[in-house]
């Protein structure tokens, strides 16, 4: 069950989130977004150190890495609807959290992340 975010303290400020991460998935369900199975590093990945680059490439030959996105994601201060927003990047940040503690978490293993936020 989806617990309700308290916007209110929001009225005034915006806070946008741009993540990128690569990880192995089986079938892509188990992400907390939608994400899309690859064959190469995608450009918004940018360079990766030889260890990540081999643990990607191995992802990649099984058939099992997968990459989701979040750009210009969260808070506006305009925009009423954006809850649903601010929900996926609170879902994407607690899933990147888990890492933190495991290295497995929901069946998924983390090969690279970026994250990035903007406020105003």
Same mark, same amino acid.
């Given at each position: 069950?989806?617990?309700?975010?308290?916007?209110?303290?929001?009225?005034?400020?915006?806070?946008?989130?741009?993540?990128?991460?690569?990880?192995?998935?089986?079938?892509?369900?188990?992400?907390?977004?939608?994400?899309?199975?690859?064959? @190469?590093?995608?450009?918004? #990945?940018?360079?990766?150190?030889?260890?990540? %680059? *081999?643990?990607?490439?191995?992802? !990649?030959?099984? &058939?099992?890495?997968?990459?989701?996105?979040?750009?210009?994601?969260?808070?506006?201060?305009?925009?009423?609807?954006?809850? @649903?927003?601010?929900?996926? #990047?609170?879902?994407?940040?607690?899933?990147? %959290? *888990?890492?933190?503690?495991?290295? !497995?978490?929901? &069946?998924?293993?983390?090969?690279?992340?970026?994250?990035?936020?903007?406020?105003?």
């Amino acid at each position: 069950m989806q617990e309700s975010i308290d916007t209110s303290y929001y009225r005034d400020s915006e806070l946008l989130f741009w993540i990128y991460v690569l990880c192995t998935s089986r079938t892509g369900e188990n992400l907390p977004v939608k994400g899309k199975q690859v064959s @190469k590093i995608p450009k918004e #990945v940018g360079s990766l150190d030889a260890d990540t %680059k *081999a643990l990607v490439f191995h992802a !990649i030959d099984q &058939g099992m890495c997968w990459f989701f996105k979040l750009e210009a994601k969260g808070w506006r201060s305009h925009d009423r609807s954006g809850a @649903k927003e601010v929900q996926q #990047v609170q879902d994407v940040l607690e899933w990147l %959290k *888990a890492f933190d503690s495991r290295n !497995i978490v929901d &069946g998924s293993e983390l090969l690279f992340a970026a994250i990035e936020s903007k406020g105003n």
